[in-house]
């Protein structure tokens, strides 16, 4: 029983820990592109 | 463009879908019933065959996307094609991680070469090919064109591994071939609310990743 219990966690941990990944990673991503945006518009003001 | 989660029902979305999954998680734990033979590893399917779900329903998008990227040549569908694609092969990838993690107790070895998992595998590998296509294709007018056609064509995939549980011969098949509706209603119950949640976190996903990749593009073609 506890070694089926430990195949559970390890799925359960494996499937939420990627998608909390991915969003952490598209939110970075985002930050830098948002940056990068209002950089490349600060040239264009002077 | 504004940050994403400043949008009032891209927040509320989000803390849906946060709300929703600690729900499910709790109910999955707590309210689902014990199968006598597998117990815990058996609750492994409410998040595994989901994922398969979301899966093939982004890979359904992606080709939706080509279609529509051929009638209307708009970039837009082009990036719902890409969005959709990357997420599907998330899933696909997690569908291919948790189901030998499941067979490992219970089959007794984590891959068996079955019409089901191979034809999930030549998925899988085919979107591989997809990326590939993308990096690696040329001029990205014409990689748009060729994503679109093999978005289209792999879907053809998605229907054989449906039907693989009967086409091929039972002798060959490992996996479980119990109808849903056999199903005792506690288990059914709990994996059609799983199911809707992972839908849910799916459009989240889609729409986050098709903003992204618009402000991506915005911002390289401006340099």
Not at chain 2, 62 to 81: E, P, S
Not at chain 2, 136 to 146: I, S
């Amino acid at each position: 029983m506890f070694n089926f219990f430990n195949y559970f966690i390890a799925v359960y941990l494996i499937v939420f820990g990627s998608v909390i990944f991915w969003f952490g990673y598209q939110y970075i991503l985002e930050l830098k592109l948002l940056k990068t945006q209002s950089i490349n518009h600060n040239k264009e003001m002077g | 463009m504004q940050p994403f989660f400043k949008n009032r029902t891209n927040s509320l979305i989000l803390f849906l879908v946060i709300f929703f999954l600690f729900l499910n998680i709790y109910n999955i734990i707590y309210n689902t019933p014990m199968v006598p033979d597998q117990h815990w590893a058996q609750k492994i399917f409410y998040v595994h065959v989901p994922s398969a779900w979301v899966g093939f329903l982004s890979y359904f998008i992606v080709m939706i996307a080509g279609i529509m990227f051929f009638i209307k040549n708009n970039n837009f569908w082009d990036n719902v094609g890409l969005a959709a694609a990357e997420i599907g092969t998330i899933f696909i990838s997690l569908v291919l991680i948790t189901g030998p993690i499941w067979a490992t107790p219970i089959w007794g070895k984590p891959w068996i070469w079955e019409p089901r998992l191979t034809t999930t595998l030549i998925l899988f590998l085919i979107y591989i090919g997809y990326f590939m296509m993308r990096s690696f294709g040329g001029h990205a007018e014409r990689v748009k064109r060729y994503a679109a056609s093999l978005g289209i064509i792999a879907f053809l995939d998605v229907p054989i591994i449906f039907v693989s549980v009967q086409f091929w011969a039972p002798e060959i098949q490992s996996h479980p071939q119990v109808e849903m509706a056999n199903q005792p209603p506690g288990i059914l119950g709990a994996f059609l609310i799983s199911l809707s949640i992972f839908t849910l976190l799916y459009i989240l996903m889609l729409k986050y990743r098709i903003y992204v990749i618009q402000l991506k593009n915005k911002v390289i073609h401006h340099v």
